[in-house]
């Protein structure tokens, strides 16, 4: 059975820091697709960024380039989203997914279609 486990999320002062992780298990981990994806009220889930375990290649949605960093412990089995310099727009949802096929991740536009498992989502709240 697919499990992916996000936690980290919480409420943060505009500036301020915070580290999401997903935990993956049910999956081969060292070669496929991994993704961050947010929603906030009202508004489509959007990708935020992701990163191919097999290789560590990333790419980031342009809202969050210099701010975001999505990174892989392969002995934990895990995926991290490092946020900085958080910004109230920024608020959401976050989700990570996880794509079993072995190609390379799709476009951060166009991945959510191309992932097979979800997580629950964990909230993040950034106050001005």
């Known amino acids: 059975q697919v499990q992916l486990a996000e936690s980290g999320g919480g409420s943060v002062q505009a500036g301020g820091s915070l580290r999401l992780s997903c935990a993956v298990s049910?999956?081969?981990?060292?070669?496929?697709?991994m993704g961050w994806f947010r929603q906030a009220p009202g508004k489509e889930r959007e990708g935020v960024a992701n990163?191919?375990?097999?290789?560590?290649?990333?790419d980031y949605a342009d809202s969050v380039k210099g701010r975001f960093t999505i990174s892989q412990d392969n002995a934990k089995n895990t995926v991290y989203l490092q946020m900085n310099s958080l910004k109230p727009e920024d608020t959401a949802m976050y989700y990570c997914a996880a794509d079993e096929s072995w190609a390379p991740c799709a476009t951060i536009e166009t991945m959510t279609v191309t992932m097979d498992h979800w997580g629950a989502g964990t909230q993040v709240t950034v106050s001005s």
């Open positions: 990163i191919h375990t097999g290789g560590g290649s990333t």
């Open positions: 049910g999956i081969r981990f060292s070669s496929n697709c």
